[in-house]
T-cell receptor
Framework: GAGVSQSPRYKVAKRGQDVALRCDPI?????LFWYQQALGQGPEFLTY????????KSGLPSDRFFAERPEGSVSTLKIQRTQQEDSAVYLC??????????????FGPGTRLTVT | KQEVTQIPAALSVPEGENLVLNCSFT??????LQWFRQDPGKGLTSLLL?????REQTSGRLNASLDKSSGRSTLYIAASQPGDSATYLC???????????FGKGTSLLVTP
């Protein structure tokens, strides 16, 4: 079956532009996660959805970052007024159950955002 | 805050060698630990998941161990192959039960 997909795969934005990154989780997966991976670093947790509810957004670095999952399936991560420090790979992951640590998280290929 | 450290940061070995990657963590209150592989420009591929009640997991040439009391995990790769070249990431599922805490990874190069 299809895995987690993300689009676009690459995005170049000028500083100050708004961007929207899309994640299509595995069909039927209840939980969805966004992570940010800076160059040479491990991924850092941004936010977590259970169906359409955003239960944890503690990792979002600023109020310029906004995520939504209105119908409990596709999710969009929006970054307003992009800054150079936002340059990173944004990874989306999904898992089949509720926040159950026995479930694995399945990762998409990521979107590489470069802010110039 | 959970700190996850991976040593070494980079490793180069000739094909056929057995090797060990290390992961240490500061808070032993974890639900599980996962080892991932990341190829350049690609997402993360889960290799092994060890539940907190388990000591090790095996898949093919890979063996991962977990010692919560000492805050350590190791990933053992037997008979390494050039196709094993990638970055290997260790991640812990801790207090929240869902947010993974990652190390910075070990970049492995296996030369023919």
């Amino acid at each position: 079956g299809a895995g987690v997909s993300q689009s676009p795969r690459y995005k170049v934005a000028k500083r100050g532009q708004d961007v929207a990154l899309r994640c299509d989780p595995i069909s039927g997966h209840v939980s969805l996660f966004w992570y940010q991976q800076a160059l040479g670093q491990g991924p850092e947790f941004l936010t977590y959805f259970q169906n359409e509810a955003q239960l944890d957004k503690s990792g979002l670095p600023s109020d310029r970052f906004f995520a939504e999952r209105p119908e409990g399936s596709v999710s969009t991560l929006k970054i307003q007024r992009t800054q150079q420090e936002d340059s990173a790979v944004y990874l989306c992951a999904s898992s089949p159950g509720l926040a159950d640590p026995t479930y694995e998280q399945y990762f998409g290929p990521g979107t590489r955002l470069t802010v110039t | 805050k959970q700190e996850v450290t991976q040593i070494p940061a980079a490793l180069s070995v000739p094909e056929g060698e057995n090797l060990v990657l290390n992961c240490s963590f500061t808070d032993s209150a974890i639900y599980n630990l996962q080892w991932f592989r990341q190829d350049p420009g690609k997402g993360l591929t889960s290799l092994l998941l060890i539940q907190s009640s388990q000591r090790e997991q095996t898949s093919g040439r890979l063996n991962a161990s977990l010692d919560k009391s000492s805050g350590r995990s190791t990933l053992y790769i037997a008979a390494s192959q050039p196709g094993d070249s990638a970055t290997y990431l260790c991640a812990l599922n801790g207090n929240s039960g869902y947010a993974l805490n990652f190390g910075k990874g070990t970049s492995l190069l296996v030369t023919p």
